[in-house]
T-cell receptor
Framework: ETGVTQTPRHLVMGMTNKKSLKCEQHLGHNAMYWYKQSAKKPLELMFVYSLEERVENNSVPSRFSPECPNSSHLFLHLHTLQPEDSALYLC????????????????FGNGTRLTVT | QQQVKQSPQSLIVQKGGISIINCAYENTAFDYFPWYQQFPGKGPALLIA?????SEKKEGRFTISFNKSAKQFSLHIMDSQPGDSATYFC????????????FGTGTLLAVQP
């Protein structure tokens, strides 16, 4: 397995459910990211981890809870979501956060398509 | 100030034609401008990028044209092929910061055979 792998590919959950999205990168990178992709909107950066430390939380509601147990794995725990949270959630990684995007470009996974009913 | 405005929202081009996607920005502190390509069911992938010290960068059939004074940059796909059909996103960054990458809203390109 190479690159950035996200599971599950599709997830349907009710507003009272608790679920988790998983991301695993096999690139030896030190920085990992969660993005939200909604139709006709720019990609929204949600969380950034560098060497397992959270370095950014872009005013994301507390119903989204990230976890980075090691530099290869990233989780997004979901609870009591709203229908407007339905979107494609993308995980990405880069070599080092401080190296800059031109030296350390983002590598995206294929995303989890989340539908909240 | 932090937005990157992308147009058109969708584009249909005949095979062999030129596809042109435009982006505009306001923040003159942006200093790195990448384009990402996203196929259905896949994540975005870096296609080509430019810094403002050059006006054009070419990689194969893909060219970025950059107009610093107009605060605009565009992606040109020469000899467009059906395999180029995808969504294209422009982006901009300050200081090349990965966590400060601002994306456009995307352009859905369909190349008809």
């Amino acid at each position: 397995e190479t690159g950035v792998t996200q599971t599950p590919r599709h997830l349907v959950m009710g507003m009272t459910n608790k679920k988790s999205l998983k991301c695993e990168q096999h690139l030896g990178h030190n920085a990992m990211y969660w993005y939200k992709q909604s139709a006709k909107k720019p990609l929204e950066l949600m969380f950034v981890y560098s060497l397992e430390e959270r370095v950014e939380n872009n005013s994301v509601p507390s119903r989204f809870s990230p976890e980075c147990p090691n530099s290869s794995h990233l989780f997004l725990h979901l609870h009591t979501l709203q229908p407007e949270d339905s979107a494609l959630y993308l995980c990405a990684s880069s070599q080092d956060l401080g190296a800059g995007v031109y030296n350390s470009p983002l590598h995206f996974g294929n995303g989890t398509r989340l539908t909240v009913t | 100030q932090q937005q990157v405005k992308q147009s058109p929202q969708s584009l249909i081009v005949q095979k062999g034609g030129i596809s042109i996607i435009n982006c505009a920005y306001e923040n003159t502190a942006f200093d790195y401008f990448p384009w990402y390509q996203q196929f259905p069911g896949k994540g975005p992938a870096l296609l080509i990028a430019i810094r403002p010290d050059v006006s054009e960068k070419k990689e194969g059939r893909f060219t970025i044209s950059f107009n610093k004074s107009a605060k605009q940059f565009s992606l040109h796909i020469m000899d467009s092929q059906p395999g180029d059909s995808a969504t294209y996103f422009c982006a901009a960054s300050i200081g090349g910061a990965t966590n400060k990458l601002i994306f456009g809203t995307g352009t859905l390109l369909a190349v008809q055979p």
